[in-house]
């Protein structure tokens, strides 16, 4: 699977949360979103974005109770996250000196 096909940038920031999260509902997905970007994030748009990746066998969706889900990164949604990490690594060594 080329995860940088087939996901879009959004779809990777909710596979690096997932990553730092311990199976949180999707409204903790939703609120580091929002840290993150310094704006709203339109429930529907984390939910069928979750739903997509849940699809693409990235993430896990687990029912916490009758009302409640949580979501799970799988292995290969942690090879994904890993690839684009070593990808964009490539072209930011400079600027990662330069921070240093």
């Not at 096909?5 to 997932?18: H, I, K, P, S, W």
């Amino acid at each position: 699977m080329g995860p940088r096909d087939e996901t879009t940038g959004f779809q990777r920031d909710l596979l690096c949360v997932l990553s730092g999260l311990d199976e949180p509902k999707g409204m903790a997905v939703q609120e580091e979103l929002e840290d993150y970007y310094g704006s709203e994030v339109l429930h529907a748009r984390v939910y069928q974005n979750l739903d997509s990746l849940v699809d693409a066998g990235l993430v896990e969706k687990g029912e916490r109770d009758s009302r409640t889900n949580f979501y799970r990164i799988t292995d290969d949604g942690r090879e994904a996250i890993r690839n684009v990490i070593e990808w964009k690594r490539e072209y930011t060594a400079d600027v990662e000196a330069d921070t240093v």
